[in-house]
């Protein structure tokens, strides 16, 4: 592929997250980001939460490689199987071919490592927010070297290392993955609140508040 087509599409991508992004979480209140539908193990905030923590791994490392001397430009992009494959592995659950990968523990929302810990969700918002813009930077950047696109990072998984071209086509999709997740949950806790008696008196339950 041609670098400047990766980058349009890549850049296309982008700018459709965050506005699916702005669609389906702006203006919520705490109560709808962190109400969890039966059937449902994560609330819509801890699946940006999530989307935070995977690009938390890569973006610094990614970074770096950004600042590589003596990186030689590039006119296209090769890209190996397993590149192409992970981006067709990271595409929401609903698209087929797309793979159910289940979290690494360190990587699930907070609450699923220790109840005890909180989160803000204006703060994940707007790392969500600030993570999209430094992909955009490292869109504009790494595919215009080779050099750089073949660049080795540590996975997710580590110690298994990828290429940092890998990277940006596992981080990408993995936004759009979590991101209808989120969307499917909220549109699952709007149900239940439009299905919850209309009482005055009655607490809009979240799932724990059930089983008590």
């Known amino acids: 592929m041609q670098t400047p087509e990766y980058i349009v599409n890549r850049l296309n991508e982008l700018a459709q997250h965050q506005a699916q992004f702005e669609r389906a979480f702006y203006f919520l209140e ?20 999530h989307i935070n923590n995977v690009n938390e791994v890569y973006l610094p490392q990614l970074t770096k490689v950004c600042q590589l001397p003596e990186a030689k430009e590039s006119s296209s ?67 215009n070297s080779q050099d750089l696109c073949n660049t080795k990072v540590t996975s997710a998984l580590p110690p298994f290392k990828i290429k940092s071209i890998t990277a940006l086509e596992i981080i990408i999709p993995h936004i759009a993955r979590h991101l209808t997740q989120a969307e499917r949950i909220l549109n699952g806790g709007k149900l239940a609140k439009d299905n919850t008696p209309t009482n005055p008196d009655l607490i809009y339950p979240t799932r724990e508040a059930k089983k008590n």
């Open 30 to 49: 705490d109560e709808e980001l962190f109400f969890i539908p039966e059937g449902e193990q994560w609330s819509a905030i801890e699946c940006i939460e």
């Open 77 to 143: 992009i090769k890209m190996g199987w397993f590149t192409k494959k992970a981006r067709v592995w990271m595409q929401p659950i609903t698209k087929a071919k797309a793979l159910k990968i289940p979290a690494p523990r360190k990587l699930k929302p907070r609450r699923l490592r220790n109840p005890d810990l909180k989160i803000a969700p204006q703060k994940v918002m707007e790392n969500f927010i600030a993570d999209l813009c430094q992909i955009e930077k490292l869109v504009r950047i790494i595919p």
